[in-house]
T-cell receptor, first 114, second 112 residues
């Protein structure tokens, strides 16, 4: 099945700990994105990558880090510097030969800081 | 110039009624206007999309109306059903969608 796999689905973290959220895709899409969604809120862009070994900050990058060593993978690390990390995190991709402009989203990872 | 403004923030509609969500944009370079549907605890998924060379697109009970001169577009859900209860996001992008700008979202609740 082609798609985007995010893991873990639920994650609990103590304050001061770094955590890494995984995003893997087999759609052969060039660009990958991380969004943050707070309850009842819209989607805020954290980081994005349009090509391997390159990524750019989005609107709320502070306290987060990413890497793009492989086309298929775009992990997001939520660092202890992120003051309010409890949120729903969404990974998305776009691109490929049949690109229409549609973003494809994963199922999300819900992070709770205890 | 990059904003997409969406209204209302929330909407309650009776079963069988029409749900209407509106969006406005500023950047005339946008060339792709999708609507995404998101159920609780899930990622958004494309519902329907339109390009600025047409004024309307219909897929089943869902219709996008597009007004290029006013820089506005709207989603109409006909015969709304409880299963349509979800959050809807409008969006706009240009050049293949690599920089998609989202509206703030509308939480729709359809009463049975």
């Amino acid at each position: 099945d082609g798609g985007i796999t995010q893991s873990p689905k639920y994650l609990f973290r103590k304050e001061g700990q770094n955590v890494t959220l995984s995003c893997e895709q087999n759609l052969n899409h060039d660009a990958m994105y991380w969004y943050r969604q707070d309850p009842g809120q819209g989607l805020r862009l954290i980081y994005y990558s349009q090509i391997v070994n390159d990524f750019q900050k989005g609107d709320i990058a502070e306290g987060y880090s990413v890497s793009r060593e492989k086309k298929e993978s775009f992990p997001l690390t939520v660092t202890s510097a992120q003051k309010n990390p409890t949120a729903f995190y969404l990974c998305a991709t776009i691109g490929g030969q049949m690109n229409t402009g549609e973003l494809f989203f994963g199922e999300g990872s819900r992070l709770t800081v205890l | 110039q990059q904003q997409v403004k969406q209204s209302p923030q929330s909407l309650i509609v009776q079963k069988g009624g029409i749900s209407i969500i509106n969006c406005a944009y500023e950047n005339t370079a946008f060339d792709y206007f999708p609507w995404y549907q998101q159920f609780p605890g899930k990622g958004p998924a494309l519902l329907i999309a339109i390009r600025p060379d047409v004024s309307e697109k219909k897929e089943g009970r869902f219709t996008i109306s597009f007004n290029k001169s006013a820089k506005q577009f709207s989603l109409h859900i006909m015969d709304s059903q409880p299963g349509d209860s979800a959050t809807y996001f409008c969006a706009a992008s240009k050049g293949g969608g690599f920089k998609t700008i989202f509206g703030a979202g509308t939480r729709l609740f359809v009463k049975a």
